[in-house]
């Protein structure tokens, strides 16, 4: 993998690219990364993912909860979905969160 300096832009390939396809930034500012940096940026991707797909399924969630609470059928019921709902929410945004941080350290 490569980096560009200017931008930080990865670009997964063995070799370096010509000019980097965000910024345009000529060949000698991207520098090649370690193995363990490579490595690193692998997991994080993967990890990422699995963040992204955490809030897709709260997502799901929420609308399972909000179909329940509008059908009101009793105040447990009632109380069960807004409770879940709360706890879905939380969950997406600590995923949201733990993403923001793996950006912050060029982990994507």
Request: glycine share 6%; charged share 30%; hydrophobic share 35%.
């Amino acid at each position: 993998m490569w980096k560009c300096t200017v931008c930080g832009y990865i670009h997964h390939n063995e070799e370096s690219t010509e000019k980097c396809p965000k910024c345009g930034a000529a060949k000698e500012k991207f520098i090649k990364l370690t193995e363990e940096q490579s490595g690193l940026i692998t997991k994080s991707l993967r990890t990422n993912d699995l963040h992204m797909r955490l809030c897709l399924l709260m997502d799901k969630v929420i609308e399972v909860c909000n179909e329940g609470i509008e059908l009101n059928l009793d105040p447990g019921c009632v109380d069960t979905f807004n409770k879940s709902k709360i706890h879905c929410e939380i969950l997406k945004n600590i995923a949201k969160a733990e993403i923001a941080a793996h950006v912050g350290k060029n982990k994507w």
